[in-house]
């Protein structure tokens, strides 16, 4: 069972990027599903999550109003589109999933973790 994020990359303040999650070795269409970030020297911090069916939403508030996550479920399950894009945005994102359809905001809340993507914001 893997996930891989994709889409990361060098972007100036004020840009934008879509992140893109993939999904092998099992469906993740009834979990929760959340992307994370983790600057350098910092901890895994939530940024945002979605249902199963993509009625309900939740982000960090730093995030809220720039950043809209989505879901397909497909092979593709998940996506994170990143506008208004600032310097302190800059980490290597995560796609997750819950082991089931529960809300959470903790890393450790988290059964299944994709390798991460970088993403730079210049200023």
Same mark, same amino acid.
Do not use: H
């Given at each position: 069972?893997?996930?891989?994020?994709? =889409?990361? =990359?060098?972007?100036?303040?004020?840009?934008?990027? /879509?992140?893109?999650?993939?999904?092998?070795? $099992?469906? !993740?269409? $009834?979990?929760?599903? =959340? %992307?994370?970030?983790?600057?350098?020297?910092? *901890? /895994? *911090? !939530?940024?945002?999550?979605?249902? %199963?069916? +993509?009625?309900?939403?939740?982000?960090?508030?730093?995030?809220?109003? /720039? !950043?809209?996550?989505?879901?397909?479920?497909? *092979?593709?399950?998940?996506?994170?589109?990143?506008?208004?894009?600032?310097? *302190?945005?800059?980490?290597?994102?995560?796609?997750?999933?819950?082991? /089931?359809?529960?809300? +959470?905001?903790?890393?450790?809340?988290?059964?299944? %973790? +994709?390798?991460?993507?970088?993403?730079?914001?210049?200023?």
């Amino acid at each position: 069972v893997q996930l891989q994020a994709s =889409g990361g =990359g060098l972007v100036q303040a004020g840009g934008s990027l /879509r992140l893109s999650c993939a999904a092998s070795g $099992r469906t !993740f269409g $009834r979990n929760y599903m =959340g %992307w994370f970030r983790q600057a350098p020297g910092k *901890e /895994r *911090e !939530f940024v945002a999550g979605i249902s %199963w069916s +993509g009625g309900s939403t939740y982000y960090l508030p730093s995030v809220k109003g /720039r !950043f809209t996550i989505s879901r397909d479920n497909t *092979e593709n399950p998940l996506y994170l589109q990143m506008n208004s894009l600032k310097p *302190e945005d800059t980490a290597v994102y995560y796609c997750a999933a819950r082991g /089931r359809n529960i809300a +959470g905001t903790s890393p450790t809340e988290y059964d299944y %973790w +994709g390798q991460g993507t970088q993403v730079t914001v210049s200023s």
